[in-house]
């Protein structure tokens, strides 16, 4: 249900900022700074569902970790449980540095808030990059070591190197920093990765099953009121 929770929350606000214009772009600061002050209910509304998202995936990843021992490599499950609860934290850094911006926006202008908001945003940029770092390798670990058939086996791997190049996009921009667009690409290509992940929340929750009622059987030599005694 965490991982399930975390693809809705995080696809919900994605939906929000793609076609609102909300994706703050680090080389523009006063663009962001506008932007968001146009548009703060929203922005506030696409930060709630990131931060559920990323809270959601923090705490699927400590159940994972803590329930290892049912796994066959127990160690490699802790490890893939832990990743992903480093990923889901890194991700909330990346939402604290959103939300520092909506004040900057909200406050009186003043010279150095263009500065100090393109400083806040870059932070927030790669705190967001290191989540998705993080993501890779606790998908990479999952796919290794979790109880899966074969082909879901594979399928993480394969979404596992699509995450890797979104992770790697921004790195290809040297200091100038990605666009919107090349951002926009990385959240697609990590779009595997969190399909992948609801997929095995499915899995789990279709191997939940309540267990069996256990039928006393009932002695007929003995009288109905001795069962009690």
Avoid at 45 to 61: C, M, N, P, R, Y
Avoid at 106 to 131: E, F, I, R, S, Y
Wanted: zero cysteines; a neutral charge; hydrophobic letters at 55%.
């Amino acid at each position: 249900m965490l991982l399930l929770t975390s693809l809705v929350a995080m696809i919900s606000g994605a939906a929000i900022v793609v076609p609102s214009g909300l994706t703050l772009n680090p080389s523009d600061p006063a663009a962001a700074l506008a932007a968001v002050g146009r548009q703060v209910g929203l922005h506030l509304t696409e930060l709630a569902f990131d931060v559920l998202g990323w809270l959601a995936l923090t705490a699927a990843g400590l159940v994972m970790a803590a329930r290892s021992a049912e796994a066959l490599r127990p160690y490699t499950v802790t490890l893939a449980g832990g990743l992903l609860a480093a990923a889901g934290l890194a991700g909330l850094l990346h939402d604290a540095g959103n939300l520092a911006l909506t004040q900057l926006a909200a406050g009186p202008a003043v010279p150095a808030a263009a500065t100090v908001a393109m400083a806040v945003l870059l932070t927030a940029k790669w705190g967001v990059n290191l989540a998705g770092l993080l993501w890779v390798a606790a998908t990479v670990a999952g796919a290794v070591g979790i109880p899966m058939p074969a082909g879901l086996r594979i399928t993480g791997v394969i979404a596992a190197l699509s995450g890797l190049a979104g992770v790697a996009l921004p790195w290809t921009t040297g200091t100038d920093g990605p666009t919107a667009a090349l951002e926009q690409a990385g959240y697609a290509l990590h779009l595997p990765i969190m399909l992948w992940y609801a997929v095995l929340g499915r899995r789990y929750l279709r191997r939940q099953k309540p267990a069996p009622e256990i039928a006393v059987p009932h002695d007929a030599t003995e009288p109905p009121d001795a069962m009690h005694t």
